[in-house]
């Protein structure tokens, strides 16, 4: 390694951003040349005087007054309420369906016929494929669902009654419950 090939890689030293046989070249290179070790402990100087600066922290009208002096006009960056909300929507149905799924699975188990379970009894190499079976039907649903869900909210979102969005949604919500605790209730035989 060179003068000039140590120079280009003493900032990769100093930010131990090289690979092990760079490591090994440039180390040695330092080590052996007197104008690299210079540069480098320079160099090592100023990084550590600049990680040992504090932050500076700028106003809260700092973006806006360099925006309205370079002429420009300052927006800042605002999420529309729609998206929040179906964000919102979205991870609340995704937390439903992960219940679900966790409240099926006991239910599944038990309903299994006694004849799957003693083929998974005595073929344990069936379990697997038979859980992912499960597992992507499960999926595949929710996936549905989700998108049914998701083209109702874009009609919810559409217009801008926000009182009927509320009092539909909320109906939505309660037809969800209703279906999963009729559907999702363990059965128990006596």
Not at 23 to 44: D, F, G
Not at 127 to 137: E, G, H, R, T, V
């Amino acid at each position: 390694m060179n003068c000039h090939q140590a120079y280009e890689a003493l900032q990769g030293l100093i930010d131990n951003s090289l690979n092990k046989k760079e490591l090994v070249e440039i180390k040695t290179h330092v080590r052996n040349c007197p104008a690299c070790k210079a540069e480098y402990r320079a160099l090592k100087m100023v990084a550590e005087g600049l990680d040992r600066m504090p932050l500076y922290e700028t106003s809260p009208g700092f973006n806006k007054e360099v925006f309205r002096r370079l002429g420009l006009e300052y927006k800042p960056q605002r999420r529309p309420a729609w998206q929040s909300l179906a964000m919102a929507a979205g991870l609340s149905l995704s937390v439903f369906w992960l219940t679900a799924l966790a409240a099926a699975l006991p239910t599944l188990l038990m309903g299994a016929k006694a004849y799957k379970l003693t083929q998974w009894l005595h073929h344990p190499e069936l379990i697997l494929p038979s859980f992912q079976s499960a597992i992507l039907k499960s999926g595949l649903a929710a996936y549905q669902t989700l998108g049914f869900a998701a083209k109702v909210a874009g009609w919810l979102l559409k217009s801008s009654a926000l009182p009927t969005q509320m009092a539909v949604a909320g109906l939505l919500a309660l037809v969800l419950v209703f279906i999963t605790m009729r559907f999702f209730r363990p059965q128990t035989s006596l």
